[in-house]
């Protein structure tokens, strides 16, 4: 047997953990011994009693043969364990790497220079443009773009990584099959078709609070660095920067307006060290070696960023010309444009993203956007 499926199997037992799993490794006990372990055999190699009985009924041929073959008719959902050369080089040099990746989408970004981009999930004008602009910058650089799906500064990040062609790489905190948020479903077949999804979750599991800390070191861990777009001083971004740390990576951070306090954890970082990042060449040069045009371009992907940008102004898509229109009648709130456009929410959001990105609207306070 495939001993990668073994593992596969034991990543997926309930209340296992990926601790317990590294143990095994460590040990040399991840063997086909185990699928003639029984439950007093699990006990003594230090497992409960509970979980020594789900272990003795799950970890057997017939279960896992009978799972391999399900997991093989999805073939939206690939697998990667850390057992396997294609493998992420920089998460398993991380601190807690985890064993098993469920991917959809392209595969190949993950051995690509990348950088995680995080914060607020409820941005200001200032933290929206900064992330779309920083997003087009690394990705014109050369950089993958790596976030977390989540509402603000992640979905913003995605969104001009996609813009401009670029590749992303989305790390969720549930299951492949579980989106959420749920008004990023459209964002999310996007990202599963141009860029890449990956969780540490199987398929069926639902989001939880736990999770998403946990799901941090994994963007930080798949990252050479992680900027700090805007945070306040609890923002769980944050706690990505604090992985990142952990894993020797570099930390940026976006300075934003003293008196804000969306900026006050990512000034405080500024404060304790971290690289102020004013536009993507101040990260790209950090990483010349890993880019393909070297130190000596660092000036012409800056200029390429921004003939990108105005570029972009002048192409819309037929949605966005939609809702463009739509807006030359006068400021509409969020509900007037739902109710005007009849999309659903995720698909409004995502073209109100990309027109404010490419600069031809603006939201006002109150959810209102106009021209």
Request: with cysteine; aromatic share 6%; net charge negative.
């Amino acid at each position: 047997m495939d001993i990668r499926w073994l593992l596969i199997a034991l990543h997926e037992v309930k209340g296992i953990g990926r601790r317990n799993i590294a143990r095994l490794m460590r040990e040399g006990l991840l063997t086909e011994e185990l699928l003639e372990f029984e439950r007093k055999d699990w006990e003594n190699k230090g497992f409960s009693v509970e979980l020594s009985e789900r272990l003795a009924k799950e970890i057997n041929k017939p279960e896992i043969r009978q799972k391999q073959e399900e997991r093989k008719r999805d073939t939206q959902i690939g697998m990667i364990t850390i057992l396997d050369s294609g493998y992420p080089v920089l998460l398993k040099e991380s601190p807690d790497p985890p064993p098993v990746l469920y991917t959809r989408g392209r595969t190949e970004l993950l051995h690509e220079p990348a950088v995680a981009m995080v914060g607020t999930r409820v941005p200001t004008s200032y933290g929206r443009k900064m992330g779309g602009e920083l997003a087009q910058g690394l990705c014109a650089g050369g950089m993958i773009v790596v976030s977390g799906l989540a509402r603000g500064i992640d979905s913003i990040c995605h969104e001009a990584a996609l813009l401009c062609g670029g590749g992303t790489i989305a790390v969720m905190a549930t299951g492949m099959d579980v989106v959420y948020p749920p008004e990023n479903r459209a964002l999310f077949a996007r990202m599963a078709e141009n860029g890449l999804i990956v969780t540490e979750y199987p398929p069926g599991t639902k989001p939880h609070p736990g999770l998403f800390p946990q799901r941090n070191r994994i963007i930080a861990g798949l990252t050479l660095g992680t900027v700090v777009v805007e945070a306040d001083e609890r923002s769980g971004s944050l706690i990505t920067a604090d992985a990142a740390l952990d894993a020797g990576r570099d930390v940026f951070a976006v300075p934003g307006p003293v008196t804000s306090p969306k900026s006050r954890g990512a000034l405080n970082l500024i404060r304790q060290g971290a690289k102020m990042a004013c536009s993507a060449a101040d990260i790209l040069e950090e990483y010349d070696s890993w880019l393909p045009n070297g130190a000596e371009n660092t000036y012409n992907r800056e200029r390429q960023v921004k003939e990108t940008s105005t570029s972009g102004e002048g192409h819309l898509t037929t949605d966005e010309l939609r809702l463009y229109h739509i807006l030359e009648q006068g400021p509409f709130t969020l509900d007037e444009l739902l109710e005007r456009s009849q999309w659903d929410f995720g698909h409004l959001h995502s073209v109100l993203i990309s027109l404010i990105i490419k600069k031809q609207i603006t939201q006002l306070p109150g959810a209102i956007y106009r021209i």
